[in-house]
């Protein structure tokens, strides 16, 4: 069982003894709040959304053995930013999966702004997340109007109080959801002068009654750029007695340091500047096992003579080699791994396509075509005879011709959680 206690964000007694890490593998945001502006290479600026770099998840994973060599106090692995963790999923999952493999004594935090995590709670409560903070700043869709430009579902793009209300559903539906899983939940409220100071008590008593365990109010730090860039940012005067009037109903954070996507280390000793460098090198590391050294092609096909079938419909693949006169050969067929296990499906898909240098399919989705390629795989979405496919694979290297979709996702409804669909 995990010390949860370790986390110095929900526990100030242990913030001068455990560290924490941020990964920026997330750029995209589903939202944009007024006094956000993100910016990812400015190694001096300490605020939330800046970041010297963004991450895939096997660099994030490369990067997190290098932070554990220099600072071994770390207890906490976390993704902040610079966008949205949900707004990038599958980037996000994929990364706490290759995290709980290698790391799994780690804590594990998200920070998200509670738009997208919805379809995600299942998946991320199996891979081990112990910690989440979801960033309410109003309860109130006519205060959240004046807090948030615009709010993204799916393609949809919302803007006012119908955008501001669709939000805060989504928000206060994700910590019912947390807490039903046993993860612990933190609410960031962001103060903000004239805006929403007098209704962030009773944003505390509307979380507090959902379950959440623990509330940090932020005050603004306004920023060039933005609507709020000339909000006076407010001092202890103010956030004191809104700390204690909001502290008889839930219980208060009193230490943030308002971390970078990026921060590393103790709290009040960040190493995000001396290790940027680090988290520089890992961001330009290519993925491993090159395409050289996999002999094979996997193909998802319904009678073995045309590529004509979802990759997560596939109950087996034909796994195709070149043969020593210059054509192909099937090698063999092999099964895949049985459907309805999340991500953890296509990390066994992965592993069993070891040998393979790419796989065909007549659709694929996000997830298990990230995975496929995080692992040396090409991904393709093609039609036609797996003969003239494997020729493209081969030789011409021209498969667009036979693809609509190169590495296409599967239509607007795929999840890509290994339910159905793939």
């Known amino acids: 069982m995990k010390d949860t206690s370790k986390h110095p964000c929900f526990n100030k007694e242990t913030a001068g ?35 010297s770099g963004v991450l895939k998840p096997f660099q994030a994973a490369e990067y997190m053995d290098k932070v554990l060599a220099k600072e071994p106090r770390i207890t906490v692995a976390g ?13 996000t999952l994929e990364t706490m999966r290759l995290l709980n493999e290698k790391h799994p004594h780690l804590l594990f935090c998200l920070s998200s702004n509670g738009m997208g995590i919805l379809p995600y709670l299942d998946d991320i409560a199996e891979l081990g997340v112990s910690h989440v903070t979801i960033t309410i700043s109003a309860v109130d869709p006519k205060i959240g109007a004046k807090i948030y430009s615009w709010v993204k579902d799916g393609n949809v793009v919302y803007r006012g109080e119908k955008g501001a209300k669709i939000l805060l559903e989504r928000q206060l539906e994700a910590i019912k959801g947390l807490k039903e899983r046993g993860i612990v939940v933190k609410v960031n409220s962001i103060v903000i002068p004239g805006v929403n100071e007098d209704h962030i008590v009773e944003v505390a008593k509307v979380v507090a009654e959902l379950g959440a365990d623990i509330q940090n109010m932020i005050p603004i730090k306004p920023t060039a750029d933005t609507p709020f860039a000339n909000v006076v940012e407010p001092k202890h005067d ?6 204690k009037e909001a502290g008889e109903v839930i219980e208060q954070m009193t230490h943030c340091k308002r971390c970078r996507a990026d921060a590393v280390g103790l709290l009040g000793d960040d190493q995000s500047a001396s290790l940027c460098g680090t988290l520089q090198a890992c961001s330009k590391l290519k993925p491993i096992d090159p395409l050289a050294s996999r002999p094979y092609v996997a193909v998802a096909s319904r009678e073995g003579m045309l590529v ?44 069993s396509f070891k040998d393979c240098r790419a796989v065909l399919s007549a659709a694929v989705g996000q997830t298990p075509q990230l995975l496929l390629e995080e692992s040396g795989m090409e991904c393709h979405v093609v039609s036609g005879f797996i003969t003239d496919a494997l020729s493209a694979v081969y030789t011409t290297g021209d498969i667009g011709k036979l693809s609509s979709r190169k590495g296409g996702i599967a239509g607007a409804c795929c999840t890509g959680t290994g339910t159905s669909c793939g």
């Open 238 to 243: 103010v956030i004191g007695p809104l700390r």
């Open 79 to 91: 993704i902040a930013g610079p966008g949205d963790p949900f707004a990038n999923p599958v980037e």
């Open 17 to 51: 003894s455990c560290g924490r890490v941020h990964l920026p593998i997330a750029p995209k945001c589903n939202i944009q709040c007024n006094y956000c502006n993100r910016k990812y290479d400015c190694v001096n600026e300490s605020r939330p959304g800046v970041t």
């Open 308 to 351: 004509n079938q979802h990759l997560g419909e596939a109950k087996s693949f034909y796994i195709w080699g070149e043969s020593d006169s210059g054509d192909f050969r099937l090698i063999e067929e092999r099964q895949a791994p049985k459907s309805g296990c999340g991500p953890k499906r296509w990390a066994d898909l992965a592993a």
